[in-house]
């Protein structure tokens, strides 16, 4: 059983056999030579099945198909561009599989670019990587036309149905540039997350406007419940322009967590960097209160301190205050999952990594097509639920009852 196997070894190693790198790898090399010889006689091979006779075979006359000739096609591959011949038959019903219909480039050449792609990289760089990388003359048209193929992939996962109830659900924004109208506008891209009954998380979906609003939000949740999601117990926000009326309005007795790590963020923009730490050190004892009452009674005490200096501090907590404290109602397992957009931040950072480089993506579809990839990349990831996640998940039950299906 091993003399194939060695025979084969032995015909590869007479095939490299002083061969340089050049050789083997470079513009007319082996492997070219050795891919276009594999790519032909496979098709040669499925030309004989289809008709149902080897080349020449006197058998095959007045049988109704036949050989008729080849065709010529230019095939991108890992070791440069090959040309190739197809074989045809005489009845124009042949379609090979190994290399199909109006396919230009041998597979794994697209999975290479769109991983590429998901990185950050633009088409400019990828076609010069692998140039650089595996001798390959690739355009940027054609990479673009590759990821483009995305586009419809991107709308199935936009559309596709949700589980029916998510503990937790956090939204949040990042700014992307996009032309718009010949302009480069700073466009937001809103990302529902989703925390899973299994504590992973996942990502709802995208959504692009310029500006926010009741109206806006409120297509979201609708768009949520058509994909099947009938309850979330739970939303984390980073603010509240038409939040809640709009979230209510779709999910009446879903409850709303105002994000705490902004709030203080915002905080510190009515106040003089002197001041900042010790602003800060003294908001703490607000959020991390025992309970509501004694909650009140620390941003009593702040403001007692600082009203005189920065009056709006304490205002913009009494303003939210009902969605700023909602958390301290849940035991501390609850509390640390839904206290912050934290869980989302980390995701925001991975996409800003890929627009990095670019200095304004064309048009919508090129930040969904690039935004995903990203995304995909990134969820790779998310292997593990969030930090003592059944002890949460057994709390939710309690607290939410019937709610919370176990």
């Known amino acids: 059983m091993s003399k194939p196997q060695n025979r084969a070894e032995e015909l590869l190693d007479e095939l490299l056999k ?3 790198v050049e050789e083997i790898t470079g513009k007319d090399g082996l492997l070219k030579q050795l891919t276009k010889a594999l790519v032909e006689r496979a098709m040669q091979a ?3 099945q289809h008709i149902g006779y080897e080349k020449n075979d006197p058998s095959g006359k007045n049988t109704g198909n036949s050989r008729n000739g080849t065709s010529k096609k230019t095939l991108a591959t890992d070791s440069g561009d090959i040309e190739i011949n197809i ?6 019903d042949f379609e090979p599989r190994i290399i199909e219909k109006h396919q230009t480039r041998f597979t794994g050449f697209d999975d290479k670019i769109l991983s590429m792609y998901a990185r950050g990289m633009t088409t400019r760089d990828i076609a010069e990587h692998l140039k650089d990388i595996y001798n390959v003359d690739v355009s940027a048209e054609l990479i673009s036309q590759v990821t483009n193929e995305v586009l419809d ?3 199935a996962w936009q559309n596709r149905s949700l589980d029916p109830v998510y503990p937790i659900v956090y939204l949040d924004a990042i700014r992307v540039p996009i032309r718009d109208n010949g302009h480069v506008v700073q466009k937001a891209v809103y990302m529902a997350v989703g925390i899973k009954m299994s504590g992973i998380k ?10 926010e609003g009741a109206k806006f939000w409120l297509q979201i949740m609708t ?3 058509n994909r099947n999601v009938n309850d979330i117990l739970i939303v984390v926000v980073d603010g509240l322009t038409g939040l809640p009326e ?3 309005a779709v999910y009446p007795e879903t409850r709303i967590q105002l994000c705490i790590v902004h709030q203080i963020r915002n905080a510190g923009k009515y106040v003089s960097y002197k001041d900042r730490k010790i602003v800060c050190a003294d908001l703490k004892p607000i959020y991390t209160a025992v309970n509501e009452s004694e909650a009140l009674a620390a941003l ?3 403001a007692k301190k600082w009203d005189a200096k920065y009056p709006m501090i304490s205002r913009s907590w009494r303003n939210n205050w009902n969605h700023l404290t909602m958390f301290l109602a849940y035991p501390p397992d609850i509390r640390k999952a839904i206290y912050t957009t934290n869980a989302i931040e980390s995701i925001n950072n991975g996409l800003k990594k890929a627009l990095r480089n670019r200095a304004s993506l064309p048009n919508d579809d090129a930040a969904f097509k690039l935004l995903y990839l990203a995304l995909q990349n990134l969820s790779k990831k998310w292997t593990m639920p969030i930090v003592n996640w059944g002890c949460a998940l057994h709390q939710f039950a309690i607290i939410f009852e019937n709610r919370v299906p176990m």
């Not at 996942?202 to 500006?211: F, K, N, P, R, Y």
Request: net charge negative; aromatic share 6%; proline share 3%.
């Open 18 to 20: 002083n061969k340089s």
């Open 46 to 48: 499925e030309m004989t």
């Open 87 to 92: 074989p045809r038959d005489r009845n124009g």
């Open 153 to 155: 992939e991107v709308k």
């Open 202 to 211: 996942e990502v709802l979906g995208l959504w692009i406007e310029q500006t």
């Open 223 to 225: 768009e949520l419940k």
């Open 246 to 248: 709009a979230i209510n």
């Open 300 to 302: 009593d005490n702040f």
